[in-house]
């Protein structure tokens, strides 16, 4: 069993930057793959980026390519998401997961935390 506490979210202007984070609990955090997802109001929650165990390997939505970066450090069990240059359409709640399978589909991920508000004004 995970437990998967994001923070880091907030108000910010068109062009402006958040890093989140996401701690999580248990001594096996190495062991999974993490992801971070969104969900915008009136849409299906979508996939934003993922890191391998080790954090070598990273992969990220077409959507944020450039401008979010997603990192880990296992040994804080934690892991990120650097967002630069934010876009009025970047709002939404952001997810971060756990699963064992390096992967952009939620099915793939098996723990799930409560979501971190992030609003981008124009």
């Known amino acids: 069993q995970v437990q998967l506490v994001e923070s880091g979210g907030g108000l910010v202007q068109a062009g402006g930057s958040l890093r989140l984070s996401c701690v999580a609990s248990g001594r096996t955090f190495n062991s999974y793959i993490m992801g971070w997802f969104r969900q915008a109001p009136g849409k299906e929650r979508e996939f934003v980026a993922t890191?391998?165990?080790?954090?070598?390997?990273?992969y990220h939505a077409d959507s944020v390519k450039g401008r979010f970066t997603i990192s880990r450090d296992n040994a804080k069990n934690t892991v990120y998401l650097q967002m630069n240059s934010l876009k009025p359409e970047d709002t939404a709640v952001y997810y971060c997961?756990?699963?064992?399978?390096?992967?952009?589909?939620?099915?793939?991920?098996?723990?799930w935390g409560q979501g971190t508000q992030v609003t981008v004004s124009s």
């Open positions: 890191v391998s165990r080790s954090g070598d390997i990273t």
């Open positions: 997961a756990a699963g064992r399978k390096f992967s952009s589909l939620e099915r793939e991920y098996d723990y």
